[in-house]
């Protein structure tokens, strides 16, 4: 085991560190930076069903549900269609109305997840056409969709997901690229300019990987807080839920995730100074906004950890820590803004003398209902 982890003290920080080559082989092959292409032969062989969709459903669970949240905004954005991103457990059981004309986009890591198998039945029983996106390779979700597209992720041993997210959220990207490009929907310099800045993304990567001492440095200041919470809007809405995730997953600390708009309508009754409140806070998007959520936490004595884009100097003045991260497209930034908040979580999980990689009453692999 020892060998398998590569020098790491968990398989988790080992699969933290693989993200930018996971990433790159995510996109390895798929994109032609010189030509403006991208070559996904499970899209290509469907693209006019594809693009033809009246909506778009995606069901997944867990972490793979949170990629699939990042996918709505990457969708709505660059193709137009309408997005649902659904709960598997939810959507199987609710009667949901599915026609012909949808897609159904089912995302799992391990392609085993038994709510995420079901949804796809019942779909594919209502006529639509059902797209996987999975990680391991000949997996139950992998054979019984129309199509798909694998992760390039390698094997995720840690229970917490981390390499399998942000391939996901590569892969996803992708696809939405190649529809907008065949709907004539992005010029030829924006999808150059989108793939360029894909393929410095592992690079940028990398680079979030830098703030590792940093980041432990916070851990150790805020490692017995009972509470955690987490804020972020836009495409940092469902990094925001999946940083909570993954400290509740690990370090067994209550933790929330909340668009930061909407703490106004419940989770401000809780800040007080005990309370840290993480910000992804980068500049694009909606960052004002972010700001002024940042006053109203500050007002409350909340102690504030902040995501920040590199130089920022506004959220500096009002936050007691700061992260910085490269700057990147707003529809990438998840792929960013995301790997500080695992290694939090994972310093954290340490500090706590937590099983990091086998978390009390959590399984890699969730195969019964
Ligand atoms: C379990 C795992 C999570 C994972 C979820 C969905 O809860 O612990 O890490 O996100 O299942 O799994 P899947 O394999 O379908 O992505």
Known sequence: EQIEKNGYDHFMLKEIHEQPDAIKDTYRGRLLLNDGIIKMAGIEDNIERLTSAQRIIIVACGTSWHAGLVAEYIFEDLIRIPVEVEYASEFRYRNPVITPNDVVIAISQSGETADTLAAIKLAKEKGAFVFGVCNVVG???????????????????????????TTQITVLSLIALKLAQFKGMLSASQLREYIAEMEAIPAKVEECLKVDAHVKYISSMYKDSPNFLYLGRGYN?????????????????????????????????????????????????????????????????????????????????????????????????????????????????????????????????????
């Open 237 to 369: 809405f469902p990094v925001a839920l999946e940083g909570a995730l993954k400290l509740k997953e690990i370090s067994y600390i209550h933790a929330e995730g909340y668009p930061a708009a909407e703490m106004k309508h419940g989770p401000i009754a809780l800040i007080d100074e005990h309370m840290p409140v993480v910000v992804i806070a980068t500049k694009r998007g909606h960052y004002e906004k972010v700001l002024s959520n940042i006053q109203e936490i500050k007002s409350r004595k909340a102690k504030i950890i902040a995501v920040v884009t590199k130089g920022d100097t506004e959220v500096r003045e009002m936050a007691d820590h700061v992260i910085e991260v490269p700057e990147t497209l707003e529809g990438l930034t998840p792929l960013i803004t995301t790997i500080p908040l695992q290694l939090l979580s994972y310093h954290i999980a340490v500090m706590r003398e937590c099983n990091v990689d086998q978390p009390r009453n959590l399984a890699k692999s969730v195969t019964v209902e």
């Open 139 to 165: 997996s139950s979700i992998a054979r019984e969709t129309h199509a798909g597209a694998y992760t390039h992720a390698g094997p995720e041993i840690g229970v917490a997901s981390t390499k399998a997210f």
